[in-house]
């Protein structure tokens, strides 16, 4: 579990638009470990879907812009590759899957039409070679009767059936790493557990690395190894699994957990809220991007924005208290 | 909890939708059974709960109940106004009584309006005051219970964000004095940390105002967290009604099983310590639903009988009801 594949470095994504300069990325770094699932956990617009876009260069551009840093996968940095390139690593290399299976899904052609395009383009299947083979991608994700099924429309799928379509042709050339942005959002709870038990399975067999990005601690609990949280464009904390709900080091990490209800547990008392809204990414902040909510907030919280801190085995946190004692750091 | 009180009573509430083929001249080939006798009642200050997969009928029920959609049978007394059977003024008294916070706050304003006028219609149409100048008041007061600054009154929708936007809603559905207010998954297009809000602003103005709440959602973990009892839905009718601590801590219904057991636990030792049941496929067409207990198409433990008799609506343990053939009543 220890080579590395992907090491991002102080990438940083902004996008030009009539009201002004959006932050989206902010200079994040981070790795991700061969066969590893890491989840990057935020609330819509702290950058966490922009920033994985950023790495296969799926960011319009203009307005969109990577001013700033480095992926290495495998030894060559995505951001200096030409589009010609990329287009091998896209699916070969790097998959994604997106939250609304449909919209991704092209509606007028045949889901084996889709399956088999990346297959003939990326690894010179012929017509009939990729045909068998999108038969048996829709057998491996689950889906009853995928030689009929084949020939059906996305629209002739259910909402859960169609993840499972586009996790079939995410896994079609064997990528060695899997970027699943929201998977299940759109997804009831019963089928939400199918999809995740699938990717899981699918995930031992084909020891893939795969980068989980939503915004429910919950789903994030039961599959991932490591979790990154995202505020505002910045990675504000990374810890192992466990560590971040035993041992939550930034405010806005013990805030979410706070906010969140418990299936398992009698209620005692009301929610804990975090007051105001998620910032503004047009004006570049001064200081720490959560001071404005943070109920530990101290002076230098609003004059420097902390770097991420050591402050336990793999366990980084960028917040200058220390949550447990409410003492600066 | 006893029937000592209901605010709400429904009775045996139906609604299907029909299904035509042809478009000049329809012709009618089947119905949807959206909600297919659907009885409970709410307590006065109560908050219920009613929880299942998409399709099953909550958000169907809710409309229904409010008069949104004509219920093809049944009833709904609300404050001992029956709802369906009320026609013209009537129906104008009980829908002052009953209000709706919808899911969407994007799509539930009209773009064109300013606060003021969002906030101040229901005032108008049932001319709750004299004056301009009273509405305008009583749109301010209305603005800071939900939490938002009264100057905010002449902006216009798209200048909120998505919960400003839900308290607007909030402050619509209250402007009238109802009490009684459906809330049809008024958190779920919302970000984590602003559903916190909600939630806890929907408690403060019940403690407040004595308001009674039907509280549909998909989020079985917020659910137990606002709602006093739980009712299940599967399919357009009732699989599972309970307390909520009981329906939680023992649920009866192989489905209610279920979708608890889907649900995940912040917690890596104890998500991945507990025992799942995955339920196979979705929910069928109910179009054409299966027959006998509508669930035993999934069912990990359907037998025989499952398939062909409709299961009873029954009183297994004290105010626990569930339709299952597989429940034995218990002591």
């Known amino acids: 579990m220890s080579t590395s594949l992907l090491q991002v470095s102080d990438l940083r994504t902004r996008f030009q638009t009539p009201e002004g300069t959006v932050h989206a990325v902010n200079g994040i770094s981070f790795h991700i470990n061969e066969g590893e699932t890491v989840a990057v956990v935020g609330e819509s617009g702290c950058g966490k879907s922009v920033s994985m876009m950023s790495l296969l260069r799926l960011i319009p551009t203009p307005p969109g812009e990577i001013y700033a840093g480095t992926a290495i996968y495998r030894n060559d940095d995505l951001l ?30 045949t889901v084996g039409r889709q399956l088999t395009e990346s297959l003939r383009v990326h690894l010179g299947h012929t017509q009939e070679q990729a045909e068998k083979r999108a038969v048996e991608l829709l057998e491996q994700v689950g889906i009853p009767d995928a030689a009929r099924r084949v020939q059906d429309f996305p629209h002739q799928f259910s909402g859960g059936m169609r993840q499972r379509v586009m996790i079939a042709m995410a896994l079609s050339c064997a990528p060695s790493l899997l970027i699943a942005d929201e998977p299940t959002t759109a997804l009831d709870v019963t089928i939400q557990a199918q999809i995740v038990e699938l990717v899981a399975r699918l995930r031992e067999s084909l020891h893939m690395a795969i980068i989980w990005i939503t915004h429910d601690l919950g789903v994030v609990a039961g599959m991932a190894d490591r979790v990154i949280v995202m505020y505002a464009g910045y990675i504000v904390e990374e810890a192992d699994v466990q ?30 809220s975090i007051p105001g809204a998620p910032p503004n990414l047009l004006v570049e902040p001064r200081g720490c991007p959560f001071a404005p909510r943070c109920e530990f907030v101290i002076e230098k919280c609003r004059a420097e924005n902390p770097p991420l801190l050591h402050v336990g085995k793999n366990h980084s946190s960028a917040c200058w208290v220390d949550v447990k004692t409410g003492v600066p750091r | 909890m006893n029937a000592s009180n209901p605010l709400v009573v429904v009775q045996e509430l139906k609604k299907y939708f029909p299904v035509t083929r042809g478009l000049i001249l329809q012709r009618r080939v089947g119905f949807v059974r959206a909600v297919d006798g659907v009885s409970f009642t709410i307590q006065a200050g109560e908050t219920l709960g009613m929880v ?33 059977h009320s026609r013209g003024r ?10 709706m916070i919808f899911q969407d706050p994007y799509a539930s304003l009209n773009p064109r309006w300013t606060v003021n006028s969002i906030v101040g219609e229901p005032m108008r149409v049932h001319k709750l005051f004299a004056s301009d100048k009273e509405r305008l008041e009583r749109a301010k007061e209305l603005l800071r219970l939900v939490g938002l600054s009264s100057h905010l009154l002449n902006r216009f929708p798209h200048e909120f ?92 219904h192989p489905y209610t099983q279920a979708l608890l057991s889907a649900v995940p636990i912040p917690d890596p030792r104890k998500d991945r310590a507990r025992k799942r049941t995955i ?53």
């Not at chain 1, 009698?266 to 929610?271: A, G």
């Not at chain 2, 169907?60 to 404050?79: C, E, F, K, N, Q």
Request: proline letters at 6%.
């Open chain 2, 52 to 84: 299942g997969e998409s399709g099953c009928g909550k958000t169907t029920v809710g409309r229904t109940m409010l008069g949104l959609y004509p219920a093809t049978s049944g009833s709904v007394v609300i404050d001992g106004d029956d709802i369906l």
């Open chain 1, 80 to 109: 200096k590759k030409s589009e010609q390139e990329m287009e091998d690593i896209r699916g070969k290399e790097i998959a994604m899957i997106f939250q609304d299976p449909m919209t991704s899904l092209n509606p007028v052609l």
């Open chain 2, 90 to 99: 009537d129906v104008l008294k009980i829908r002052r009584k009953a209000q």
């Open chain 1, 243 to 272: 560590d971040v709900y035993d041992n939550p080091s930034h405010p806005y990490t013990l805030a979410l957990l706070g906010a969140l209800p418990r299936v398992d547990r009698r209620r005692d008392q009301r929610l804990k």
């Open chain 2, 279 to 331: 339920l196979t496929g979705d929910v069928p067409s109910p179009l054409n639903p299966p027959s006998g207990c509508r669930f035993h198409t999934r069912c990990p433990i359907a037998m025989d009988i499952c398939t062909s008799v409709v299961p009873e609506w029954r009183e297994a343990a004290p105010h626990h009801w569930v339709a299952c053939h597989a429940v034995t009543t218990s002591a």
């Open chain 2, 161 to 252: 964000s998505g919960g400003q936007r839900q308290r607007i809603g909030i402050a619509r559905a209250l402007a009238s004095n109802p009490s009684f207010i459906v809330c049809d998954e008024p958190i779920s297009a919302l970000d984590v940390s602003i559903q916190a809000q909600v939630v806890n602003l929907l408690e403060e103005l019940q403690d407040q105002f004595g308001l009674t709440y039907l509280f549909i959602a998909h989020d079985l973990s917020m659910v137990r967290h606002i709602c006093d009892r739980v009712l299940v839905l599967y399919l357009g009718v009732m699989v599972e009604l309970a307390d909520r601590n009981e329906l939680y801590e023992k649920p009866l």
